[in-house]
């Protein structure tokens, strides 16, 4: 091989190489950063826990004041237990939420209750007014944007 040919063959591989380690540093650069944006943090998907972690707290919030049978923030249930308001002994409400997803939507919660009253000294099954669950799903969402909204601002 000449001395040119030697030349042109080392001049291509230091070409190649500086090429390579550009690329190297561009990507690792990429990921080196672990700071986010603030508005990363408030996102409206929050996927830390199973579901979005605002609704999450925001059910969890709306419903303290009822007893909890079962919590799931994995998959997104909350039920609670009997509770009766100590103004209306006589009338007793159990609520299930139910978060479908792990975006800040309205279609992502849930909300179902059952209602009971006392007659004869036992408890009988009682509707539920449509406009109490969703005056409860209203409650919940707008705690919900609320919390990201708080986030958001610091």
Same mark, same amino acid.
Do not use: H
């Given at each position: 091989?000449?001395?040119?040919?030697?030349?042109?063959?080392?001049?291509? #591989? #230091?070409?190649?190489?500086?090429?390579?380690?550009?690329?190297?540093?561009?990507?690792?650069?990429?990921? +080196?950063?672990?700071?986010?944006?603030?508005?990363?943090?408030?996102?409206?998907?929050?996927?830390?826990?199973?579901?979005?972690?605002?609704?999450?707290?925001?059910?969890?919030?709306?419903?303290? #004041?009822?007893?909890?049978?079962?919590?799931?923030?994995? +998959?997104?249930?909350?039920?609670?237990?009997?509770?009766?308001?100590?103004?209306?002994?006589?009338?007793?409400?159990?609520?299930?939420?139910?978060?479908?997803?792990?975006?800040?939507?309205?279609?992502?919660?849930?909300?179902?209750?059952?209602?009971?009253?006392?007659?004869?000294?036992?408890?009988?099954?009682?509707?539920?007014?449509?406009?109490?669950?969703?005056?409860?799903?209203?409650?919940?969402?707008?705690?919900?944007?609320?919390?990201?909204?708080?986030?958001?601002? +610091?």
């Amino acid at each position: 091989m000449t001395t040119s040919a030697q030349a042109r063959r080392t001049r291509g #591989f #230091f070409v190649r190489g500086i090429a390579i380690g550009a690329i190297a540093l561009a990507l690792a650069s990429c990921g +080196g950063n672990k700071a986010r944006p603030r508005a990363d943090l408030a996102a409206s998907k929050v996927t830390t826990i199973g579901v979005n972690a605002y609704l999450w707290r925001a059910s969890l919030e709306t419903l303290s #004041f009822m007893p909890l049978v079962q919590t799931d923030s994995n +998959g997104g249930v909350i039920v609670t237990d009997w509770y009766a308001n100590p103004k209306n002994p006589g009338e007793r409400v159990k609520v299930t939420v139910s978060i479908l997803d792990q975006d800040l939507r309205a279609d992502a919660l849930r909300v179902a209750a059952s209602r009971q009253v006392s007659q004869g000294g036992g408890w009988v099954d009682a509707p539920v007014q449509a406009a109490t669950v969703q005056k409860l799903e209203d409650i919940i969402l707008t705690k919900a944007r609320d919390l990201r909204r708080r986030t958001i601002t +610091g």
